[in-house]
T-cell receptor, first 111, second 111 residues
Framework: KQEVTQIPAALSVPEGENLVLNCSFTDSAIYNLQWFRQDPGKGLTSLLLIQSSQREQTSGRLNASLDKSSGRSTLYIAASQPGDSATYLC??????????FGTGTRLKVLA | DVKVTQSSRYLVKRTGEKVFLECVQDMDHENMFWYRQDPGLGLRLIYF???????EKGDIPEGYSVSREKKERFSLILESASTNQTSMYLC??????????FGPGTRLTVL
């Protein structure tokens, strides 16, 4: 059974720091992996989608990598800002329609 | 930009009431999803629809039903609301099971 883990559950960093968020999954048979951002009380905002054949995707200050064989993905945030404070979730899609979500990393960027 | 809207941001209902949550997407996506999100449990799939009038059960369908009469609209129905259905409900859509796009969420409280 596919399981998705995000460690740490919470993280505080000073403004301007580069940081890495981790996502691990137990079964490498995935079609894609998606990173989301969620602000308190709001829905999920899609950040990056990585197909199983890709190694990384970039959008602005965000870079997501995927290593299927080791069951890991990382989300790199460059030059963090207070506005980046949110919960970040990853989700993998196995062969079925059931996306499997991690429980997220709550990020706080201190001004 | 894909837009997914949900009929209410906040909803308060009484135990035993029939509750309708509506979701509309404007990008002609064939796939639509209903999730609930609870602290410590993450996102759990309630129902999935891959076409008009077509549906599949998710991980926690008990106590819920769905309706998809038009491609852009996916409704979640709580036949007889109970207090353990108090939660954040999130709707999502996707094209070909690729990138998922989420609505703003409905915070439902059942008293």
């Amino acid at each position: 059974k596919q399981e998705v883990t995000q460690i740490p559950a919470a993280l505080s960093v000073p403004e301007g720091e580069n940081l890495v968020l981790n996502c691990s999954f137990t079964d490498s048979a995935i079609y894609n992996l998606q990173w989301f951002r969620q602000d308190p009380g709001k829905g999920l905002t899609s950040l990056l989608l990585i197909q199983s054949s890709q190694r990384e995707q970039t959008s602005g200050r965000l870079n997501a990598s995927l290593d299927k064989s080791s069951g890991r993905s990382t989300l790199y945030i460059a030059a963090s800002q207070p506005g980046d404070s949110a919960t970040y979730l990853c989700a993998v899609r196995p062969e079925t329609y059931k996306y499997i979500f991690g429980t997220g990393t709550r990020l706080k960027v201190l001004a | 930009d894909v837009k997914v809207t949900q009929s209410s941001r906040y909803l308060v209902k009484r135990t035993g009431e029939k509750v309708f949550l509506e979701c509309v997407q404007d990008m002609d996506h064939e796939n639509m999803f209903w999730y609930r999100q609870d602290p410590g449990l993450g996102l759990r799939l309630i129902y999935f629809s891959y076409d008009v009038k077509m549906k599949e059960k998710g991980d926690i369908p008990e106590g819920y039903s769905v309706s998809r009469e038009k491609k852009e609209r996916f409704s979640l129905i709580l036949e007889s609301a109970s207090t353990n259905q108090t939660s954040m409900y999130l709707c999502a859509s996707s094209l070909s099971l690729e990138e998922q796009f989420f609505g703003p969420g409905t915070r439902l409280t059942v008293l």
